[in-house]
C-alpha cells in the first residue's frame, strides 16, 4: 500500500506559518518591552525642595568677594569650603567678577549679578546663625549687602530683611539669627554678633 507524499508546497507553506508565528513572537515581545522603558525625561524629575532660602546680595559688576557663612543648631558651618553639610548647602558661591563669564548659544558673556544663595532642605530644631565675610576688598568705601531670609513653605513669607556694611578684607558680621521649634516654626530673630570663621577653619 502506498502512502500519500507530502508535496513540497505543503512543507513551503508550513515553514511560512512558522516563520510568521516567530517574527510576530518577536514584535509583540519588542512592543511590551518598549512600553515598560522609563522615559528619561520623567526619570530625570527630581523634585528640589527647600524650607527656607537664604539669598546674599551686593552692587552688580562690583570686584568685591563676599562669602556667606550659616551655622545649624548642631554646630555645622556651610561654607564655600564646606558647601554641604547635614541638611544645608551652598547652591552659588560669587567670588565678585572673577570666574563671571558664562557662555549663551556659543558666545562667552559677562554676568553682573552678585548673590550667593543657601538653601536649607529641612528645618532642626535650635538657632541658625546667618553671617557675612568680606573676604576680598578693592577699595576704601565699605560695602552695602544685603541678606533675605525667606521660610517657603507652607507659604513664602520673609524672616528677615536687611543690610550690612562691610568694611574691608576679613570683616565678619552677624547678619541675623533665626530660631525653630520642634515643629519647624521660626520663633524668633535677633542680630547679635557671633564669628564663625574660627570654628569654620578648625572643622
Not at 9 to 22: E, H, I, K, R
Not at 51 to 70: F, S
Not at 94 to 99: E, K, N, S
Request: charged share 25%; net charge negative; no cysteine.
Amino acid at each position: 500500500m502506498r502512502h500519500p507524499s507530502v508535496s513540497s508546497s505543503a512543507t513551503s507553506d508550513a515553514f511560512t506559518d512558522l516563520l510568521f508565528n516567530a517574527l510576530l513572537g518577536f514584535a509583540l515581545m519588542f512592543v511590551v518591552s518598549f512600553a515598560l522603558i522609563n522615559h528619561p525625561q520623567e526619570a530625570g524629575n527630581i523634585e528640589s525642595k527647600a524650607e527656607v532660602l537664604i539669598t546674599v546680595r551686593w552692587a552688580d559688576r562690583h570686584p568685591d568677594d563676599v562669602d556667606t557663612l550659616v551655622e545649624g543648631p548642631h554646630g555645622k558651618i556651610v561654607w564655600y569650603h564646606n558647601r554641604d553639610t547635614e541638611l544645608m548647602h551652598l547652591d552659588r558661591d560669587d567670588r565678585g567678577l572673577l570666574a563671571d563669564r558664562i557662555t549663551l548659544d556659543g558666545v562667552e558673556v559677562s554676568n553682573p549679578i552678585n548673590q550667593e544663595t543657601v538653601s536649607i532642605r529641612a528645618l532642626q530644631a535650635g538657632e541658625y546663625v546667618v553671617n557675612l565675610l568680606h573676604y576680598q576688598a578693592n577699595y576704601a568705601e565699605p560695602l552695602p549687602v544685603t541678606v533675605k531670609v525667606e521660610k517657603l513653605n507652607p507659604e513664602v513669607t520673609l524672616v528677615y530683611y536687611g543690610t550690612r556694611l562691610l568694611r574691608g578684607s576679613g570683616d565678619e558680621q552677624t547678619a541675623v539669627r533665626f530660631s525653630v521649634d520642634h515643629e519647624g516654626h521660626i520663633t524668633g530673630t535677633n542680630e547679635l554678633h557671633k564669628r564663625l570663621l574660627t570654628q569654620a577653619l578648625r572643622k
